[in-house]
Structures are given as C-alpha cells and as structure tokens.
C-alpha cells in the first residue's frame, strides 16, 4: 500500500482520550526495544515518524497514527522493561486492559519479537491473552538482518513451538532495516482494514 498520510493523532493514556472515530485499528504489542516503533516507521515508509531509542521504555503511552485515514497503528508500551517501578507497571497493566478488552475498533494485534531469540514468558502470555479475547493476532518476528539466511526457517519454528497451543498463529519474518518481506507483511494487513 502506498501510504501518502501518516500522523499522530494522539498520545492516550486512557480511554476518554482515545479518538473518537470508526476507523479500524491495528495495535502493535511486544518486549520493550524489540522493535515495535521501528517496525511502523519502515511499513508506512516513514523515517522517523514514530520515535525509537536504542534505549528501552521509548514509548510509554498509546500512540495513534492515522494511516491515509483508513486505519489507525496503535504503538503500545512495550512490557518486560526491568527499570520500572512496581506501581508504573500496575499502571501500564491497567492501560492496556483498558484498551485491548474495550476497543471495539481494535482487528489485529501485531506482536512483534526477536527472530534471534525464544518468545519470553511475557510473550507467550501476551499470545494467550490476544488468543482469549479472540482478537486476531500476527506474530512478526523482526531483526531478520541479524541472522543468515539459512537459519530463518529454524528460528521461525522454534518461535512457532514456545507459542504451544496457540501455535497455529502467522508467523512473519521481517528486517525494519532492509524492509525484507514488507509486502507480505502489507498483505496480512490489508486483510483487517
Ligand atoms: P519501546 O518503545 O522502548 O518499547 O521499544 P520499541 O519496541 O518501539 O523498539 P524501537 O523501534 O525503538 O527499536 C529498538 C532498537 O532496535 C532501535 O535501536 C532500533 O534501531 C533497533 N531495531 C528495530 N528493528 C530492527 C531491525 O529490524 N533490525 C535491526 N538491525 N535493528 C532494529
Ligand atoms: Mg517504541
């Protein structure tokens, strides 16, 4: 898809801030620093739209940005970030309840990890959690740069079996530095917009 708008819209911390439109929605879940910010940037061809940090905890609200006002990305926190206190983590709990268990306009989550390593608990929980409430769910496992091209199918099975039950759910691999397999990570997309 050839994106000719892309912004912010809102940064919201609750739901009375969310936009109040019917536009469809597409959250992007996962660790912190896995990629999440970086992986928007390079789907919509924008460089710095969303911030990234080498450092983990960047983003720390709900961002909404409007793509060619069809649909909204939603970057989410990431979870799993060591230097947050016990209180900013029951907060940041209780904000993505709000929004995943409420949002009707919500139609896939996109979970972004690391092809180089095993999904954490904190992954698996998240597939378990998106699974329950029946949204769809697509796993993108990015940094594919980061590994030779004959250790890709090993690692996207590996990331397929920790998923255990739930291991039937589609599994992308994808470089927000190269763009590899941009387009078929558009075709999944254009399925829920
Ligand atoms: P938080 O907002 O802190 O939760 O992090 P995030 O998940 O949004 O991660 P972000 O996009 O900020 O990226 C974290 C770091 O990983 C940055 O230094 C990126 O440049 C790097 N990065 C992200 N995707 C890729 C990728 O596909 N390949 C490589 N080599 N580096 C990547
Ligand atoms: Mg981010």
Redo the contacts with the bound molecule.
Sequence with gaps: MKVTKAEIVISAVSKAQYPKTNIKEIA?A?????????????VIGRKNL???????????TLNFYTINDLFYFV?????G?AQVSKSERAKWGQMMEEYFETREQLQLVIL?VDIRHSPTSEDIQMVDYVTYLDIPLLIIA?????ISKNKVSQHVRQIKQSFGKNNNVPIIP?????SENKDLVWREIKKYI
């Design positions: 992007l996962g660790r912190s620093n896995v990629g999440k910010s970086s992986f928007i940037n390079r969303v911030r990234t940090s080498s450092k983990p905890g960047k983003t720390r970057d989410v926190p990431g979870y970030y972004i990015t940094k594919l740069d980061k994808f470089s927000a530095k190269t």
